[in-house]
């Protein structure tokens, strides 16, 4: 039997920024409702700039989740591989906070030890601003980007069971 | 006269803009300016303040462990507590490990690409390379075969045409120095360091429970259960682990960062007589080693004027030449209204005007102690050290200005160190000396379980109206949270970041922040290409604390899924 492969699955997005805390949501969802495969680790990773190699360093396959910029309406999902992130002009940094999706991915793979496949779940934010809690057409994406997850991590050959009793999902944030 | 304005501004990103005014290829006057509102603070306001380090540890994405353990100790310097032994233990260690990775990355990551040509990689000679490599420590990681390999990889990416984030940096600068060799040297630490970086996050994990968001603090103490024998809690096993990845990552920082920082600096003495700027300096006592937080194992203090005689010591949160020191100013940031006021006093009235040179033009507030801008960062860490006689900052101080001193061949002073490359090398410095308190701090939890003691938290009392300060000195300089609590909830709640008193703007009386005196002088050999700004910015390892990163991929999803 060959090593089952694995998987990082990470939200990224600050839970305080409304919207943007949609990755950290998802992963909040996917630990309550679903029981995964020992080689699959769902983490909550915020806004970790270039923190952010250290986690997409030990996995065969990265699931991103994120907040993304895109035309389109707030709620709707983007999916993304490599290439197309691969393909955004980078703009100068100068601050550890710049998006540092493409830089990461870059560094590990010159290091010899970055994912060999990787997808973006991307939602459309209305609303970025100071505020812990999603709004309406996010929230009610949340779902399908877990089906997005779920197809990808089948497709992984590390299918996740939904559990019969969902636990509630820990979203501290968001309570009053 | 030539305005150069850095402004990185994406879709909903706002952070540092720089705008300077150059003639004569000299900076004239400069200004700093975050341009995102940031009043995430407010999210606090009527919330259980043993709640609160949760939300603070989401203020900034990079330094998250930083702002729990500062809010902790605000609610505990509200309610005059004392912690256990083994909770100052725990917390120092996860700050030290936070500490190590910061500096390892901003010093590889962030800013050695300002000083290092990537593109004159492919005419080194490895050999050679492994040569100089050698002459600077006795880290393994510097043989020839190890180089070859590492100049492969950057001939494969010039080949391809495939930069990646190499595409867009100043090369071929007339300010670029180094030889292809000490590029090809400083590109391959810069690879390697990506390992001990996540080393040294494994170490904040072990005791923190996950990263990057830490689990285990709590106003009174931490929540690991200390039980030698018991799978569960932090035992032998878990403090050995701990130990073993600070024998990995301690080499690292003596052997190779260390080093790095001395040759570049001494490869660029110039950067020691430019970028002074305001020479106030502010730093807080930190790691402390009594469960009342009144001994510590790093110093803190003020020197005014660039003049290490007149250092005064910080005794701790509750010393009231700090406690009763700080303003922040709002006349020249998007705030209503003029002047200072005292942290917890302070409040958050947004007032936006637009960029106006000469009134408001910043979401900053400007901190002042005394009524003086502070610069803060591992540079005022250094000074109040070295000038307190703190013996391992002397040590390392030291030695760093005799091997900038023998690879620059002019004698590096202390003096120097009020400088652009003052600020880097202070940081290699500090991370030297964190390095050797992992230790200490590892063997005084180890000690101190050995004798019995377990406890880790006690619960804390509330009276009806308390107010309180939590201090850190985190990686980029002093970090202060103020608190508010009133029938168990928090009135106020502010955050005085390092980047605050860093990024200040103007103040009532016009004296610009840090960031702006920095610049003046600054050259700028193409306005076009101002490398030699982002040197003096970065110098000061910049975080804008405001963590919304929004990933731009406008136009470019493989599908779309919509929501109906």
């Given amino acids: 039997m060959t090593t089952p492969t694995t998987v990082a699955v990470l939200g990224l997005g600050n839970v305080l920024l409304g919207d943007d805390g949609v990755g950290p949501f998802v992963i909040e969802m996917l630990r309550a409702g679903y029981a995964l495969p020992d080689s699959v680790s769902v983490t909550d990773v915020g806004t970790p700039g270039l923190g952010l190699p250290a986690y997409l360093s030990e996995s065969d396959a990265v699931i991103l989740v994120d907040a993304v910029c895109a035309s389109g309406e707030p709620g709707e999902l983007r999916l993304y591989r490599r290439q197309e992130i691969d393909d955004v002009p980078l703009k100068p940094r100068v601050s550890p906070h710049d998006p540092a999706v493409q830089e990461a991915l870059f560094l590990v793979d010159l290091a010899g030890c970055g994912p060999g496949e990787l997808l973006l779940v991307g939602i459309i934010p209305e609303q970025t601003a100071v505020g812990a809690g999603l709004s309406k057409p996010v929230r009610r994406a949340c779902q399908p980007a877990i089906d997005a997850v779920l197809r990808e991590l089948v497709r992984l050959g590390v299918p996740a069971v939904p559990r019969r009793a969902m636990d509630a999902p820990h979203i501290w944030w968001a309570s009053a | 006269m030539p305005r150069v304005t850095i402004d990185p501004i994406t879709r909903i990103e706002g952070h540092l803009r720089i705008d300077a005014v150059v003639d004569g290829g000299q900076v004239q006057k400069a200004w700093a300016s975050c341009s995102m509102w940031r009043g995430i603070e407010t999210i606090l306001l009527g919330r259980d303040p043993r709640e609160a380090w949760l939300f603070t540890q989401r203020f900034c994405g990079v330094c998250t462990t930083v702002h729990a353990i500062a809010s902790v100790r605000a609610v505990e310097d ?68 190890e180089m070859r390999a590492v100049q492969g990889k950057v001939v494969g990416l010039v080949e391809s045409g495939q930069l990646g984030i190499f595409a867009n940096g100043y090369w071929g600068h007339p300010a670029m120095k180094l030889s292809p060799e000490v590029n090809l040297l400083a590109l391959a630490h810069y690879l390697q360091a990506l390992e001990f970086q996540r080393k040294a996050n494994q170490i904040v994990g072990i005791l923190g429970g996950k990263t990057p968001h830490i689990q285990n603090v709590a106003v009174g103490g931490v929540m690991n259960a200390i039980n030698l024998n018991s799978l569960a809690t932090l035992n032998m096993d878990r403090i050995y682990m701990m130990k073993d990845l600070f024998d990995q990552v301690i080499p690292f920082v003596q052997q190779v960062y260390f080093p790095d920082a001395c040759a570049i600096a001494g490869f660029y003495p110039e950067w020691f007589d430019i970028g002074a700027g305001v020479q106030n300096y502010l730093a807080v006592p930190d790691l402390p080693t009594d469960p009342g937080s009144a001994t510590f194992d790093l110093p803190g203090g003020t020197i005014f004027a660039g003049n290490l005689a007149t250092v005064r010591a910080i005794g701790g949160s509750r010393d009231d030449y700090f406690r009763k020191g700080v303003v922040e100013d709002v006349t020249h940031a998007w705030y209503k209204g003029r002047g200072g006021q005292h942290p917890w006093k302070g409040v958050t009235d947004p007032d936006y005007t637009d960029f106006q040179d000469d009134g408001k033009y910043s979401w900053v507030k400007a901190p002042r102690f005394e009524g003086k801008p502070m610069q803060v960062g591992p540079l005022s860490n250094i000074l109040v050290g070295y000038a307190l006689e703190h013996e391992l900052t002397k040590k390392w101080t030291d030695l760093a200005l005799a091997r900038v001193s023998a690879i620059a061949q002019r004698p590096i002073t202390i003096d120097k160190m009020q400088s652009t490359m003052g600020r880097y090398l202070a940081r290699a410095i500090r991370c030297a000396v964190l390095s050797e308190l992992a230790v200490r701090q590892w063997q005084l939890l180890v000690n101190n379980v050995g004798k019995g003691d377990t406890s880790t938290f006690r619960a804390p009392n509330f009276s009806k109206e308390v107010e309180g300060v939590g201090l850190h000195e985190a990686p980029r300089g002093t970090l202060s949270h103020w608190i508010v609590v009133k029938d168990g909830k928090i009135a106020n709640y502010q955050a005085v970041v390092p980047t605050t008193w860093n990024a200040s703007p103007r103040d009532e009386q016009e004296t610009p922040g840090p960031y702006e005196a920095a610049l003046l002088k600054n050259p700028v050999a193409d306005p076009e290409k101002p490398l030699e700004l982002l040197r003096t910015v970065h110098s000061f390892d910049p975080c804008m604390a405001c963590a919304c990163h929004t990933l731009d991929v406008e136009g470019r999803a493989i599908a779309t899924v919509k929501v109906l």
């Fill in chain 2, 78 to 145: 509200a309610l005059a507590m004392e912690i256990p032994l083994n909770a100052q233990y725990i917390r120092n260690l996860i700050l030290i490990a936070h500490g190590l990775h910061d500096h390892i990355v901003h010093f590889y990551h962030l800013s050695a690409l300002d000083w290092v040509d990537v593109t004159t990689i492919p005419k080194a000679d490895p050999v050679k390379t492994a040569a100089v490599g050698e002459s600077l420590s006795e880290w393994p990681g510097n043989s020839d075969k």
